[in-house]
């Protein structure tokens, strides 16, 4: 009877970046310096903070230059009130994968009212579409350059952004007048 060899996986200290992820990192300081950005490590990830007017020169380099040709996420926060925090009150996080040393990066950048704005990275990776969207749907925060920023997930009249931090819980008593649709209409 033969057995199959399984492999293995090598060992890694918890809450340490993978090596893979400290390469990736020390490509993108070679590609733009370290100027560019500021570092973060928490438990195994790498973050990568960075201002809105070089995003794209960050995002750019780490997708030519370090391997990183997957955005596996993007998505939003608001820090309202968060104890503590003072940096800008919304964040965008992209998730940056490189799928041939499974390294990975966050890549965070902040935007404040009353015009939260970035770039979009549409040009970057076209996958982003309903991503930015959503972010733009649910925070306000818009992207500049995307090719159809409409609203995603909230009817077009919806004029608030519901996962904001002053939203209220239950709503502004809009829900109610949300035009209904059958299932042949949806």
Same mark, same amino acid.
């Given at each position: 009877?033969?057995?199959?060899?399984?492999?293995?996986?090598?060992?890694?200290?918890?809450?340490?970046?993978?090596? #893979?992820?400290?390469?990736?990192?020390?490509?993108?300081?070679?590609?733009?310096?370290?100027?560019? $950005?500021?570092?973060?490590?928490?438990?195994?990830?790498? @973050?990568?903070?960075?201002? &809105?007017?070089?995003?794209?020169?960050?995002?750019?380099?780490?997708?030519?230059?370090?391997?990183? #040709?997957?955005?596996?996420?993007?998505?939003? #926060?608001?820090?309202?009130?968060? &104890?503590?925090?003072? %940096?800008?009150?919304?964040?965008?996080?992209?998730?940056?994968?490189?799928?041939?040393?499974?390294?990975?990066?966050?890549?965070?950048?902040?935007? *404040? *009212?009353? *015009?939260?704005?970035?770039?979009?990275? $549409? %040009?970057?990776?076209?996958?982003? *579409?309903?991503?930015? /969207?959503?972010?733009?749907?649910? $925070?306000?925060?818009?992207?500049?350059?995307?090719?159809?920023? /409409?609203?995603?997930?909230?009817?077009?009249?919806?004029?608030?952004?519901?996962?904001?931090?002053?939203?209220?819980?239950?709503?502004?008593?809009?829900?109610?007048?949300? &035009?209904?649709?059958? @299932?042949?209409?949806?």
């Amino acid at each position: 009877m033969s057995t199959a060899a399984t492999a293995v996986p090598s060992p890694r200290i918890e809450g340490a970046p993978t090596a #893979a992820s400290e390469a990736i990192l020390a490509k993108l300081v070679a590609a733009v310096g370290e100027g560019a $950005f500021r570092v973060e490590r928490f438990r195994d990830n790498i @973050r990568i903070r960075v201002a &809105p007017d070089r995003l794209i020169e960050v995002l750019t380099a780490l997708k030519a230059r370090a391997g990183c #040709a997957f955005l596996a996420e993007l998505g939003g #926060a608001d820090y309202l009130g968060y &104890p503590g925090y003072e %940096g800008p009150r919304f964040e965008v996080h992209y998730v940056l994968r490189d799928l041939d040393t499974n390294g990975f990066v966050v890549v965070k950048a902040g935007v *404040d *009212d009353p *015009d939260p704005t970035l770039p979009t990275v $549409f %040009g970057l990776w076209p996958g982003c *579409d309903w991503m930015e /969207r959503e972010v733009f749907d649910m $925070f306000g925060v818009r992207f500049e350059g995307h090719p159809d920023p /409409r609203r995603i997930l909230m009817p077009d009249e919806f004029v608030a952004f519901p996962l904001r931090k002053d939203y209220p819980l239950r709503g502004r008593g809009e829900r109610h007048n949300f &035009p209904r649709l059958t @299932r042949e209409e949806s």
